[in-house]
Nanobody
């Protein structure tokens, strides 16, 4: 089992920044690729970003590319999502997730084995 706890959400004005953190406990953190997803009211959960076990490879949804940065610190068992130039359409609950998948890059919610409880991000216009 891997326990994931997100933090850092909140209310911010459009154009502002937030940094989300996700602390992991349980099994060896560096054995898992990590991802961030988000879900807005009435919408399906959507992929935001993912990072490889070593942190050397990252992937982003087109909607956040150039504005969001995913990173990880394997010594602290933590993954981060730096969000800049926030827009009202970024408003959602943000979830971090851990994937044991090794055959390909984990991009779909089905690829992830463990999930955090989520943290709310609200961007006002």
């Amino acid at each position: 089992q891997v326990q994931l706890v997100e933090s850092g959400g909140g209310l911010v004005q459009a154009g502002g920044s937030l940094r989300l953190s996700c602390a992991a406990a349980g099994r060896t953190f560096s054995n898992y690729a990590m991802g961030w997803f988000r879900q807005a009211p009435g919408k399906e959960r959507e992929f935001v970003a993912t990072i490889s076990r070593s942190g050397k490879s990252t992937y982003y949804a087109d909607s956040v590319k150039g504005r969001f940065t995913i990173s990880r610190d394997n010594t602290k068992n933590t993954v981060y999502l730096q969000m800049n130039s926030l827009k009202p359409e970024d408003t959602a609950i943000y979830y971090c997730a851990a994937s044991a998948l090794t055959a390909r890059v984990a991009l779909s919610p089905r690829d992830f084995n463990y999930w955090g409880q989520g943290t709310q991000v609200t961007v006002s216009s």
